[in-house]
C-alpha cells in the first residue's frame, strides 16, 4: 500500500467506504465479512475508513465502530458525515454528532464532512439558524474533530460558494471523481477548482458504483492485451493515481473480492500511460447515452410508490450495453407496482439527485422501452420450443 501526505498523517491512498457493505439474505449488513473485511484491509495497509449517517439505514456507522474497536484507536482514521442534505423540518447538529460517537464508539473523528453539499443542501448548511458549521467548528476546537471538510455533487458554483461561505474552515474536498465524469460531470473543472484553492481533493465513486467495472467487449480486449493480469475496474484507479491533487480514493468494496483486487492496485503507484488513457477516452465516447445514476439511493427514500429507482435505471442502462434478456429477467421477478409503470412522477426523486437526473422522465422512456422488448417467459417458450424442434430433426436425421 502507498501513502500520501495530509498535514502531519500519511494516509493510505485507497480507503474503505463503507456505503455498499456485503448483506445477507435479509439485506441486513453481513458482520462476519464486513469483519473480515476490514482485517484484510488493515493487514494490507488501509487506515482510512469512511462511512456516513444515513448509510445501510443507519446501521453502517454501528458495525464499523464494531469491527474497527478491535484495534488501537491511533492505528486508524474514521470518516464520518453530517446528513444535512436530507430533506428534513429542522436539523440539530450537536444530537446527530453525539449519536454518531455513540454509535461508532470513539471519543473522536479524525475526519468529519459535510454531506452532499448541492444545490438544494446549501441553504440548510448556510442557515444561520441552524448553526451548524458552527457547532462543528467548536468541535473541531475541542479536538472532538480533527479534520473538517465537505462532500459535494453540485455544480462548481454551489462549491466555490460553500467554500468562500466556510472561510477556510474546509481542509479537503470529496467529490465524484472518475474517467467518465472527468468530461460528463465537469470534474475536470472541479478537480482544477479545488486544486487552485489549495484544498486537497478524496475520491468518490471512483469506479461509479461498478459500471467503470464492466466496459464493452472490444474495449476490455484492449485492456487485457495491454494489462492481461489487472482486472477492468484497476484501470479506474489507475487514471486517478495521476492525479496529483487528490489524497484519498474510496472505494464502497462490496466483497473480499473486490478489496484484493483493489489493495493489489495500490500495492504501488502506477498511473496509466498516455496510451493507457486513449484506450478510456474511446471507452468513454461510447458511454455518453447512459444515466448517470451511481446507486447512492437518496431517491428512494421519498418515493411514495417504493420502487427501486437505481435498480430501474441500471436496468435502463444494461438494455442499451446488454442484451434485453438479461433486463427481463431481472424486471419480471418484480410485482407490478415496483415496475417504472408506476411512477407517478411527482419529481420527489428528482429534487434530491445529486446527478440532477429527471427520475420521471427517465421512468418513462424505460416503461417504453419495456413495452417494446419481449418478455422473458416468451423467450423462454420459444427456446424450449426451438429445443424440442432441433431434437426431433436430429431424431429424424439418425
Given at each position: 500500500m502507498y501513502y500520501n501526505n495530509f498535514k502531519?498523517?500519511?494516509?493510505?491512498?485507497?480507503a474503505f467506504g463503507t456505503m455498499r457493505l456485503p448483506v445477507d439474505a435479509s439485506g441486513a449488513i453481513d458482520e462476519k465479512q464486513t469483519f473480515d473485511m476490514v482485517d484484510y484491509a488493515i493487514?494490507?495497509?488501509?487506515?482510512?475508513?469512511?462511512?456516513?449517517?444515513?448509510?445501510?439505514?443507519?446501521?453502517?456507522?454501528?458495525?464499523?465502530?464494531?469491527?474497527?474497536?478491535?484495534?488501537?484507536?491511533?492505528?486508524?482514521?474514521?470518516?464520518?458525515?453530517?446528513?444535512?442534505h436530507q430533506i428534513s423540518s429542522s436539523y440539530n447538529p450537536k444530537e446527530i454528532f453525539e449519536e454518531q460517537l455513540a454509535k461508532c464508539g470513539v471519543d473522536y473523528f479524525d475526519f468529519y464532512l459535510l454531506h452532499n453539499v448541492y444545490?438544494?443542501?446549501?441553504?440548510?448548511y448556510t442557515d444561520?439558524?441552524?448553526?451548524?458549521?458552527?457547532?462543528?467548528?467548536?468541535?473541531?476546537?475541542?479536538g472532538r474533530i480533527h479534520h473538517l471538510g465537505?462532500?459535494?455533487?453540485?455544480?462548481?458554483?454551489?462549491?466555490?460558494?460553500?467554500i468562500d461561505y466556510c472561510e477556510g474552515d474546509m481542509e479537503f474536498c470529496q467529490i465524484q471523481f472518475n474517467y467518465l465524469d472527468w468530461t460528463l460531470q465537469n470534474a475536470k473543472e472541479k478537480y482544477q477548482i479545488l486544486a487552485e484553492r489549495g484544498i486537497p481533493m478524496w475520491v468518490m465513486e471512483?469506479?461509479?458504483?461498478?459500471?467503470?467495472?464492466?466496459?464493452?467487449?472490444?474495449?476490455?480486449?484492449?485492456?487485457?492485451?495491454?494489462?492481461?493480469d489487472d482486472s477492468i475496474a484497476?484501470?479506474?484507479?489507475?487514471?486517478?493515481?495521476?492525479?496529483?491533487?487528490v489524497t484519498v480514493t474510496l472505494s464502497g468494496m462490496s466483497d473480499m473480492a473486490q478489496m484484493v483486487d483493489n489493495i493489489k492496485t495500490y500495492e504501488k503507484k502506477s498511473p496509466l500511460?498516455?496510451?493507457?488513457?486513449?484506450?478510456?477516452?474511446?471507452?468513454?465516447?461510447?458511454?455518453?447515452?447512459?444515466?448517470?445514476?451511481?446507486?447512492?439511493?437518496?431517491?428512494?427514500d421519498g418515493c411514495p410508490k417504493g420502487i427501486n429507482i437505481p435498480l430501474m435505471i441500471s436496468i435502463y442502462n444494461e438494455m442499451k450495453f446488454a442484451p434485453v434478456v438479461n433486463a427481463s429477467m431481472r424486471l419480471e421477478a418484480l410485482p407490478k407496482d415496483k415496475l417504472p409503470s408506476a411512477c407517478i412522477k411527482c419529481g420527489k426523486c428528482s429534487k434530491v439527485c445529486p446527478q440532477k437526473i429527471n427520475i420521471p422522465e427517465a421512468m418513462t422512456e424505460l416503461n417504453i422501452a419495456l413495452s417494446k422488448m419481449p418478455k422473458w417467459t416468451d423467450i423462454s417458450k420459444e427456446r424450449e420450443e426451438a429445443a424440442k424442434k432441433l431434437k426431433t430433426q436430429q431424431k429424424t436425421s439418425k
Open positions: 502531519d498523517k500519511k494516509i493510505s491512498a485507497l493487514a494490507h495497509g488501509v487506515n482510512y475508513f469512511d462511512t456516513a449517517y444515513p448509510y445501510h439505514g443507519g446501521m453502517s456507522e454501528i458495525v464499523d465502530g464494531k469491527a474497527l474497536k478491535r484495534y488501537p484507536r491511533d492505528s486508524f482514521y474514521l470518516a464520518t458525515k453530517f446528513p444535512g444545490e438544494n443542501s446549501i441553504n440548510v444561520e439558524k441552524w448553526e451548524i458549521l458552527k457547532y462543528f467548528r467548536e468541535q473541531k476546537r475541542l465537505f462532500s459535494s455533487h453540485g455544480s462548481i458554483d454551489v462549491i466555490k460558494e460553500f471512483p469506479v461509479r458504483g461498478g459500471r467503470l467495472a464492466k466496459l464493452d467487449p472490444e474495449t476490455e480486449s484492449q485492456m487485457k492485451k495491454m494489462r492481461p484497476s484501470w479506474a484507479f489507475r487514471w486517478i493515481q495521476g492525479m496529483d491533487n500511460t498516455e496510451e493507457e488513457k486513449k484506450v478510456l477516452e474511446s471507452a468513454v465516447e461510447k458511454m455518453y447515452d447512459s444515466i448517470p445514476c451511481t446507486a447512492c439511493r437518496y431517491c428512494c
